[in-house]
């Protein structure tokens, strides 16, 4: 690895970020609704008498959230939660907008050749267009969840609070969310060196959501109440992942598919 | 400094370019000329080891575009067809990025030194998508020569400028090719080709011709004697032309007043030209200019890619 290469590569794909208003406007819409929803939601939950939720919560929901009580504060706890997960899929959302651009865009604005004429690898360039998509995908992702349960401290008990700060929610925002971005860029840049239009890679990566879904509606029913070693197993998956794609993405990203066939 | 053999590429069963040999020395402006869709840029790819060949073998400043594409790609310039600049980072910007990719040392005196040269500093700030063509062709040769490459491709360098800007490549490009760069020239403008390359090809998938412009002018277009006659014209006239001997071929055609202009192809121009009017005033023909015809370059260009279709269209009937 050539760490200038990447490094340079990275630097550029950033100032062309900053300047591009539409993708910088596009990447802040989904978690500043999201941060303001959960903040909302649980702000009219909270607001709502306590009388008015006896025997509404269902009695199936994890045991950590009924010991919150089967009232108001299951539901807020129960909300809260939803909206964590909610969060974790802009880790998944925002990288494939940048990155499914990273290629196609660069096609369509006749700058892949020049760029693909210099001794930069394919390697060093897919790092450093990944890490373009990854880094500011998981500042927002993190900074989503930062205000997200500064917003919970301000709407909710201090017991839900202490919910949505419990270890494995710091870890999966620290530790396992960069890993998502990462598997959305990879994604991204694989589906957008294979076809032709960047809405279609981003079309194809939207399989990724799936596995986070799945937790969320999980957690609801009461199936999953996301611990530790949950997040430890989900975390080497998207490990595993990653690896199986970046190598995917070396091996299916041709200089000269892209320069012959894209049209 | 450029040496193929063999060199081709297909792209399933389309043939885009085939036994390419080419010898290119350090220091030559070599022009490569041809039809759209000839394999031009083909050829460019192949040789800036962006893509890879499907038979043969290149070597670019004495590394193999096969086995070392890197290495190539780290040694040569390229400017593409079109200038692919990113339009909303300053020209400073986009040097700097090529500028680390080919690990420059001193880059930031470096990108001063070539957009000074280009007349491009004062600018250096602008985004340039706000540029005209011109400019951010410029800018696009800037990025090409920043890394000061043993070889320079050009793509159809002077496409779309203005006849301003067109020149003040064409004079930058003399500077380089002055300063010992080697240069491939890829371009539609045979005016262009011959007064800036030192040798020519005329490509059409296959290397059709190589060699220098006036070679290739005297080689493959007779020169032509041009007479420009007054009135009278007659038709015994044309046929006593017809039967001189030193005459090898000619045409005449109306000059827009009474008189008359003749192409004539002498057997030996230098010999026969004043046979030719000795003959003619002796036939009562009034004789008003006499003048040698230089066949352009154009016409070899056209009668060699002429015939190569010709061929190509008589090998798919049989």
Redesign the interface.
């Known amino acids: 690895m050539n760490v200038r290469h990447v490094r340079a590569v990275l630097r550029r794909e950033a100032l062309e970020l900053r300047r591009n208003r539409l993708v910088a406007l596009t990447m802040a819409i989904l978690p500043t609704a999201l941060v303001a929803s959960a903040v909302a939601t649980t702000a009219f939950i909270a607001r709502t008498p306590e009388g008015e939720f006896r025997g509404d919560v269902p009695a199936g929901l994890a045991p950590q959230l009924r010991a919150l009580g089967h009232g108001r504060d299951a539901l807020l706890g129960l909300v809260a939660d939803q909206y964590l997960y909610m969060l974790l899929l802009i880790a998944l959302a925002l990288p494939s907008t940048i990155a499914a651009h990273a290629i196609v865009g660069e096609k369509v604005e006749r700058t892949l050749e020049p760029l693909l004429a210099t001794p930069i690898a394919t390697s060093d360039l897919l790092l450093g267009k990944c890490l373009a998509a990854v880094v500011p995908a998981t500042l927002i992702t993190q900074l989503g969840y930062v205000l997200t349960v500064a917003g919970f401290a301000w709407t909710c008990p201090p017991s839900v609070v202490a919910l949505t700060c419990r270890p494995v929610w710091p870890l999966a925002f620290g530790l396992v969310v960069p890993a998502l971005a990462m598997l959305s860029a990879l994604a991204s840049i694989v589906a957008s060196s294979r076809v032709n239009d960047p809405r279609t890679a981003q079309g194809l990566v939207g399989f990724l959501v799936i596995p986070v879904i799945g937790a969320g509606i999980s957690s609801v029913m009461g199936r999953l109440f996301l611990d530790v070693g949950h997040l430890a197993w989900g975390a080497l998956g998207v490990l595993v992942l990653d690896t199986a794609v970046l190598w995917l993405a070396v091996k299916l990203f041709s200089r000269e598919a892209i320069l012959t066939r894209w049209k | 400094m450029i040496r193929a053999q063999g060199l081709g590429r297909t ?1 399933g069963r389309f043939v885009a370019v085939e036994s390419l040999d080419l010898d290119v020395a350090e220091g030559e402006v070599f022009g490569l000329l041809g039809p759209n869709g000839a394999g031009k840029t083909t050829t460019v ?1 192949l040789l ?5 060949p499907t038979s043969g073998t290149a070597t670019v400043a004495g590394h193999s575009v096969r086995d070392a594409p ?2 190539v ?2 040694q ?1 310039g ?1 400017l ?1 067809e ?1 200038p ?6 300053d020209a400073v ?1 986009n040097l700097r ?2 500028g ?4 420059l040392s001193g880059l930031e005196r470096r990108i001063q030194e070539v957009l000074s040269r280009l007349d491009l500093w004062h600018r250096r700030r602008e ?1 340039v998508g706000g540029w005209s063509k011109g400019m951010r062709q410029r800018l ?1 040769i800037a ?1 090409a020569v920043l890394h000061a490459p043993k070889v320079l491709f050009l793509d159809e360098p002077t496409s779309g400028l203005d006849p301003e800007a067109a020149r003040s490549v064409r004079a930058l490009v003399s500077e380089l090719r002055a300063e010992g760069c080697t240069i491939v020239l890829c371009t539609h403008n045979l005016d262009e080709a011959e007064r800036l390359c030192d040798r020519i090809g005329i490509l059409k998938t296959r290397l059709l011709r190589t060699d220098t412009p006036a070679r290739l002018r005297r080689e493959f277009a007779e020169p032509r004697t041009v007479v420009r006659l007054g009135a009278p014209w007659t038709e015994d006239l044309e046929a006593r032309i017809a039967a001189w001997p030193f005459v090898r071929s000619f045409a005449s055609a109306a000059d827009g007043g009474e008189g008359r202009t003749l192409r004539v192809a002498l057997a030996a121009p230098d010999l026969d030209t004043p046979a030719l009017v000795r003959a003619l005033v002796e036939a009562g023909a009034s004789v008003r200019s006499v003048a040698d015809e230089t066949p352009s370059l154009e016409r070899v260009y056209l009668d060699l890619v002429g015939a190569a279709h010709d061929d190509a269209a008589g090998g798919g009937a049989s």
Do not use: M, S
């Not at chain 2, 692919?84 to 980072?89: E, F, K, P």
């Not at chain 2, 680390?100 to 690990?103: F, R, S």
């Open positions: 792209f790819r800036t080891g962006v893509i890879e890197e290495k790609r780290a040569v390229i593409t079109t692919g600049l990113y339009v909303r980072l910007e990025f090529f680390e990719l080919a690990e985004p696009a990025r």
